[in-house]
């Protein structure tokens, strides 16, 4: 771990050295600080404190905190600055990924001007051509920059190479071979090189099977090839196969747990991506829709239930299982839809085999059904319920239960193939639609053996 | 992507040379497959295909194909081998991290044998080393193969112990100083030692600020540190700082992505970590314990309904309004739950700072009540249902959103505080025992309301 733990009293200390312009005691503490725990504590200064603290920097450490700002103190920080300054004391020493992550986060206006500014033309037009891609492509995650050899190269070339490419590119792990035409035709790694002969031809070294992907390839395919492959670095190819790129493993681990804390607020019915720590208002405009919507299905609920007033006032003891039902009912669909939705994420599953998966859903809510509704039965022999009751409750919880298991499977392989995200289908969507199936289907049967 | 896709049609064509021993027609298309590749084909192949199938390979490719099997193929294919083949062809090529895992899923006499037959007895004790360490601790994730410089050692010497290591450790990207103690002093890059003078020392070029784990820290500390940092592989050290071993990115994004899919699995409510493609029974297994837990709770909600039977005869109406209770009272508790257990599980929730997050979740359910109950009103202003009971209905409802927000909020706290996952508390368990709370709240505003 990192030699100084940052604590509140820590901070509290730090910014009040901050106040008073103590160069001399801020200093050596910057210089064992990381950069990312100095961009935590930039979370809890304001921009005067923020920017005098960047000033007691080196270039590259200042440029190395900036990258690993929150989005939205980024921003903020970045206010203190010209966009010459912007240009030319953090954009010149940044990678051309962290730098169009920027870009497309501001006015499109300051984007160009910043571009301009910067004085380095190649690095200004890398960055530039990032912009073009998607979100979420591999194009618009790749960065620029990397280690290119050719074919034909010895290793004191590649050796002279990486020293020139060196301050460029901050993680080395691999060189790219490319031929005549830029095309990716292999890899050699660092080690290789290191333990070759200088004179040695890079066309003796080199491994010519090589993975990569398209620039439109989605975040999905990239991580999940990185992740299969083990890759450190996972190089990135035009339509004519020429190098253009390279994501990092840094970039997917990020990009692995975002998805992740994306589906698993899907399913607990939160609409945006939002954090504890975001405001009050942020943090109710990300749950409200799905509220509506469960509050749309409880009132069709209200208008299913009441075409059965007449049952209810005769057997009003029906109303006492509702919420067993449901409960049920809801329970059974998630855990159904979100076996899914992981199956299809990982690729386990293949949607054209939807029958199998189908009957292996049910076979699996027949076992769960039959034991649920027997502890029932049970239940209610000795409970003293009305037999009459019993039996209409744990024949209706069968039903439920089978039929939200085929709901909570079919309706996310109908969406997959409809090429929407399946992951919509968990959560609240599923719960509304199986309750109100199931109480229609609970009533339906109290009708049919209570007559 | 790799160079061959592999559909029902490949492996189809592929067993039918196996059938046949067509090693001519086999051997060429194997050069091309990664072992990734080969792995997946082995989910397909029986053990007597899969044992034929390895015998075609190279050592190395044959361990690295073993090492990406799924854990249940992984052992069913090493019943195909004796302990001493699986000793000295198979654990002789491994890193001691993947053969420290098969031997943890295996009977210990086996185990015993293996290592006692293992011929390489400074790799048989490494993995014997890793034995010891408890599941989901840093010791127990890492592996011994590492390249350890001195930091009186010039360049030319770190290359040569790069060279003698060279076999063993497959992804060299750091070497790690270490003092006459063998305590971790520091770092050197690979790109360092390639750009230095041979004759340069290690003091001059390393870096002393290195960021390295203990062996008893979790998997969790080990995954947030690495992402944090943006390493590429993490130094673990002992009790008395000595470098003991390394964890690489790539096990620290499994590891991730498998925590993801237990906490994904725990908000569906589903026990033990299935898949889609698991046996029906295993996947009965893991939902049943959650579903006897909601009908538990269902007829805990028949008792609690119970009680008002007098007034539900009175006001049937009431009934019809149950569902929406329950499921805002769920939806609310996920949603307030989940936000607390992902802001615990990413350190940006102190749980000591439970009143302020619990004065935000309460504005927030404030705001989200107060627009539903307005909404209700004004359906029940348009829908003709009696004015009482709406009154109801819309001031339980807003009260039930309170609750099931505060409930949400202070379990998973209490439970961190415990030192509980506080995963537990989402999905079913939450929404039982808000789905109990808040019915009680309803009669209990019924029955004041309506007399």
């Known amino acids: 771990m990192s030699a100084i733990e940052i604590t509140k009293e820590f901070i509290e200390e730090l910014t009040s050295h901050i106040d008073n312009e103590q160069m001399e005691d801020l200093s050596p503490i910057l210089e064992k600080l990381f950069p990312q725990d100095i961009a935590e504590i930039f979370d809890d200064l304001n921009l005067d404190q923020a920017v005098y603290l960047a000033s007691l920097l080196d270039d590259q450490k200042r440029v190395d ?77 790749m960065a620029k920059e990397l280690i290119r050899v050719k074919l034909h190269w010895t290793v004191k070339q590649c050796t002279e190479e990486i020293r020139k490419q060196a301050e460029d590119v901050s993680n080395v792990f691999t060189a790219y071979v490319v031929d005549d035409y830029e095309e990716l035709v292999g890899l050699v790694s660092l080690k290789k090189i290191l333990l070759s002969p200088e004179s040695t031809q890079v066309e003796k070294i080199y491994r010519d099977n090589v993975i990569s992907e398209n620039t439109y390839a989605s975040g999905e395919e990239v991580a999940s090839t990185m992740q299969k492959y083990d890759l450190v670095a996972l190089p990135i190819v035009d339509a004519f196969g020429r190098l253009v790129g390279t994501i990092t493993f840094d970039d997917v681990l990020d990009y692995v747990k975002d998805e992740a804390e994306k589906d698993y607020q899907m399913l607990s019915g939160i609409s945006e991506s939002v954090e504890s ?155 509304t639609s199986n309750d109100l199936l199931g109480l229609f289907l609970y009533f339906l049967i109290g009708s049919l053996i209570l007559g």
């Open 65 to 141: 905190v900036l990258t690993e700002l929150e989005p939205e103190v980024k921003l903020k920080f970045l206010r203190g600055y010209s966009s010459d300054d912007i240009a030319n004391t953090f954009f010149a020493l940044m990678d051309s990924d962290d730098a169009a992550d920027i870009l497309n986060s501001i006015e499109s206006e300051k984007s160009k001007e910043i571009l301009r500014k910067l004085t380095d033309k190649e690095h200004s037009k890398n960055i530039a051509s990032l912009l073009k891609f998607p979100e979420n492509t591999a194009g618009s995650l």
């Open 277 to 431: 720590t975001d405001s009050i208002w942020l943090n109710t405009r990300a749950r409200l829709p799905w509220l509506i919507v469960g509050l749309a299905g409880g009132i069709a609920s209200s208008l299913v239930i009441g075409n059965f007033e007449a049952e209810l006032q005769k057997y009003v003891q029906l109303a006492l299982f509702m919420p067993l039902i449901m409960a049920m009912a809801g329970n059974v669909g998630v855990q159904s839809s979100s076996i899914m939705v992981q199956g299809l994420a990982n690729n386990s599953i293949d949607s054209k085999k939807i029958y199998g998966k189908l009957g292996k859903e049910l076979a699996v809510a027949i076992l769960n059904g039959l034991v649920c509704s027997l502890l029932l039965m049970g239940y209610g022999f000795i409970s003293g319920n009305s037999k009459e009751i019993m039996m209409t409750v744990s024949l209706a919880l069968l039903t439920v239960i089978l039929l939200a298991a085929v709901v909570g499977t079919i309706v996310p392989l109908i969406l997959d193939r409809l090429k929407i995200d399946a992951a919509i289908a968990t959560g609240p969507f599923i719960t």
